[in-house]
């Protein structure tokens, strides 16, 4: 069992950065591909980006492709989402998820529970 925490979210100027950090227990995440998931209100949960256990593989949803950067330490068991260039649209519940794979849509067995990110306009 992996149990994953999520920090740095909060509320910011459309313009702005934050940087989300995922602190994962219970297990090592070196052999986990890594990602994050958003939820907006009303909406279903959607797919943000993805890295793979070595980090030398990322992957990003067109919505967020060049603005976030998805980084992990694994020596440390953490991941990070850095977001630049925020927009309003870009307002949900952030969530941090372990053991992802591309099954027609991205999936995860581990989930963290969520964090918000308000970007205000």
């Known amino acids: 069992q992996v149990q994953l925490v999520e920090s740095g979210g909060g509320l910011v100027q459309a313009g702005g950065s934050l940087r989300l950090s995922c602190a994962a227990a219970?297990?090592?995440?070196?052999?986990?591909?890594m990602g994050w998931f958003r939820q907006a209100s009303g909406k279903e949960r959607e797919f943000v980006a993805a890295?793979?256990?070595?980090?030398?593989?990322?992957y990003y949803a067109d919505s967020v492709k060049g603005r976030f950067t998805i980084s992990r330490d694994n020596a440390k068991n953490m991941v990070y989402l850095q977001m630049n260039g925020l927009k309003p649209e870009d307002t949900a519940v952030y969530y941090c998820a372990a053991d992802l794979r591309l099954v027609n849509i991205w999936r995860a067995d581990y989930w963290g529970q969520g964090i918000q990110v308000t970007v205000s306009s």
């Open positions: 219970g297990r090592t995440i070196r052999s986990y591909r």
């Open positions: 890295i793979s256990s070595s980090g030398g593989s990322t």
